[in-house]
């Protein structure tokens, strides 16, 4: 009995371990869970950095905004490590607002290699969201 609490004390400070790690991974890769909060300063360096990159302009106020938002949660989650979800704040960063000509939100811009390949205007099915990041993923 002794050893076997031993043991299975071992794999849990081992899986522990694993976990720490691959936490660590994914933040040094860009990858962590969970969208990326994009501003008209970073909005640049961060979309050239990965090969594709799913970017939603929203507000707080926005009602298909925040309907839309736990889609783009989960899809952040499940293309960890493929695509870079981020989030852009039009209120709070206008500049890039305007250089994309988003004149209603929500949109979803795909980016690939930092240059816009389609664009999703409006609350949309998650399902269209994933067909559009699908066609542009090599």
Request: proline residues 5%; charged residues 35%; contains cysteine.
């Amino acid at each position: 009995m002794e050893h076997e609490r031993f043991i299975s004390g071992d794999e849990e400070e081992l899986k522990h371990i694993r976990e720490k790690k691959l936490a660590e991974f994914k933040a040094r890769k860009g990858m962590n869970e969970g969208p990326i909060h994009l501003t008209d300063s970073d909005f640049d360096e961060t979309v050239k950095k990965f090969p594709l990159a799913l970017v939603d302009f929203w507000a707080a106020w926005c009602g298909p905004c925040r309907a839309l938002a736990p889609a783009i949660e989960e899809l952040s989650r499940e293309y960890a490590g493929k695509v870079c979800v981020g989030k852009l704040d039009v209120d709070e960063n206008p500049e890039k607002a305007e250089c994309f000509q988003v004149f209603s939100i929500p949109t979803l811009l795909v980016m690939k290699n930092g240059q816009e390949v389609e664009r999703i205007v409006g609350c949309v099915p998650k399902k269209h969201i994933e067909d559009a990041l699908k066609k542009h993923m090599v």
